[in-house]
């Protein structure tokens, strides 16, 4: 383990997604200096891997980008990737950070992004940020937009063959990299952590993941995705053309039996969205939509929704109980209908897509003293008044790291968040006391 020397800042934002980054820039255009911690290779988190977003469906990374090279190119930010959060204490008037920096196995500063090391490669693997439709080497650029465009190694699938050593034009691979520890020292921190998807291994009904055909909504986006992995709309089983495509709802919400009570918010918008896009990308095949209820909560999203239905895409009301294979690669959808027909009845489709839901993107225990809710998400002390509130001074906390959020409501609470931040450093310098009561 190799230690650097403390770095010191105005305010440190945790997580580099879309609440992140907002919260980072609103800081820098203040001119405060920020720090950017982002556990992933690259940032952008959930919205930079989305195909287009309601309500508007614009281009999600035509709009992402732009943002992530803002933070990149700001000169009061610094953005370290592949970097854990370790501890978070205060540390008399500061707060004090321990990060590690994961190896990538590449030295950051001598890579140029050449992706020579990639094409030599000879290890294939399951490319997640493509829904492991595509296949990736062993040591890769993340994906084409990703910040930094730098190269890391996955040791796991690493053969150890040396052949991207042998390639690099800048000898920047470096097989003996080790974690790093670093101290960070600020005076704010933005909590921006978002949230991950439940796991389809936990919804045995649903086949725990292992029925072909059934896929998670996030992968429908990379499907849909302008840089996706066919450029077209393909089951992954066989590579056949979806005549008839199903979503089921609150798979992964509103679900006692998962511990996930609550209702993830996005999933009837960006079910709806992706049926929307579907019947473009295939305007003779039938989409079905099975709900509880449909959840079109803000500026425009009803409209977006009656839009739906006037397209053609059919809106069943009922809970689906099973889904099970069925025959040439079909899934056997088995659910309680609530439509005039009533009881249980059973439908085919081609493909199915689940709109799992959103747990907490990461757990505080054991790293700092920041408190969670009865969901899990970190704690808003002040919901009503100050949302953006934990409870711990000077810790703010924006985007779904706070409870399922779109991406609207999670800039805005980036906004408060970055003026909370904002007030607090302004307080903190005119030595007044300065946590909002
Ligand atoms: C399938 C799908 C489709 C969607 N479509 C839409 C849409 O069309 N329109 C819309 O408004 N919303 C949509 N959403 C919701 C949208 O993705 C979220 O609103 C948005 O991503 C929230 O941003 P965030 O920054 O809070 O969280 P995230 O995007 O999750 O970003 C959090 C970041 O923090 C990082 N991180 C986590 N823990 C740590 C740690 N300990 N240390 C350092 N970094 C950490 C993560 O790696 C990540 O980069 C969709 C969601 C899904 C699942
Ligand atoms: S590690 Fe070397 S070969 Fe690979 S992208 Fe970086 S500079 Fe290019
Ligand atoms: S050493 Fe590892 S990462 Fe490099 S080319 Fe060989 S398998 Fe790929």
């Known amino acids: 383990m190799v230690s650097q020397p403390s770095l010191r800042y105005d305010a440190l934002v945790l997580g580099g997604g879309i609440a992140g980054l907002e919260a980072a820039l609103n800081l820098a255009d203040q001119d405060f200096s920020v720090a950017v911690v982002e556990r992933d290779a690259s940032i952008g988190g959930k919205m930079i891997r989305l195909s287009k977003v309601f309500p508007t469906l614009d281009c999600s990374s035509c709009i992402t980008t732009p943002k992530m090279a803002a933070a990149a190119h700001h000169p009061n930010i610094t953005i370290h990737t592949y970097c854990e959060l370790h501890s978070l204490a205060r540390q008399g008037t500061d707060l004090a950070a321990v990060i590690r920096q994961k190896p990538r196995y590449v030295d950051e500063g001598k890579c140029i992004g ?10 294939l693997v399951p490319d997640a940020e493509q829904g492991g439709f595509l296949a990736r080497k062993a040591i890769r650029i993340p994906f084409s937009n990703a910040i930094p465009q730098k190269a890391l190694i996955d040791q796991e699938n690493c053969i150890l063959c040396g052949r991207c050593a042998k390639v690099c034009p800048t000898q920047a691979v470096n097989y003996f990299q080790e974690p790093e520890d670093f101290t960070l020292k600020a005076v704010t921190t933005v909590i921006a952590t978002g949230f991950e998807l439940t796991p389809l291994s936990n919804k045995t009904q649903y086949g725990k993941g292992k029925i072909p055909n059934v896929i998670m909504a996030l992968q429908m986006e990379r499907l849909l995705a302008p840089h996706g992995p066919y450029n077209r709309v393909l089951r992954p089983y066989d590579g056949m053309e979806p005549d008839n495509i199903a979503f089921i709802q609150c798979a992964g919400s509103r679900d006692q039996s998962l511990g996930v009570p609550y209702c993830s918010r996005v999933c009837c918008m960006y079910a709806i969205k992706q049926a929307m896009l579907l019947s473009g990308s295939l305007p003779l095949a039938d989409l079905t939509i ?21 397209m053609g895409i059919n809106f069943v009301k009922g809970k689906v109980a099973y889904l099970d294979p069925g025959d040439h690669g079909t899934v056997r959808v088995r659910y309680e209908s609530q439509e005039a027909e ?8 081609d493909l199915v897509v689940l709109s799992l839901g959103m747990l907490p993107g990461w757990n505080p225990e054991d790293r700092c003293a920041l408190e969670t809710g ?11 008044l100050a949302p953006t509130l934990t409870n711990l001074e000077g810790v703010f906390v924006a985007g779904a790291a706070a409870g ?14 970055a ?5 607090y450093l302004t ?5 007044a006391v300065s946590h909002r009561q």
Request: overall charge positive; hydrophobic content about 35%; aromatic content about 12%.
């Open 419 to 423: 003026m909370e931040a904002s007030r």
């Open 404 to 417: 399922p959020k779109d991406i609207v409501d999670s800039i805005v609470e980036a906004g408060a968040a």
């Open 342 to 349: 009533g009881g249980v009845q059973v439908a085919e489709y």
């Open 114 to 123: 050449c992706r020579q090391c990639e094409y030599q490669c000879p290890v």
């Open 374 to 384: 009865a969901d899990n998400f970190i704690k808003t002390v002040k919901p009503k």
């Open 427 to 431: 307080a903190r310098t005119l030595g």
């Open 290 to 310: 099975y709900y509880m209820d449909i959840r079109a909560f803000g500026k425009g999203y009803e409209q977006f929704f009656q839009n739906a239905k006037a």
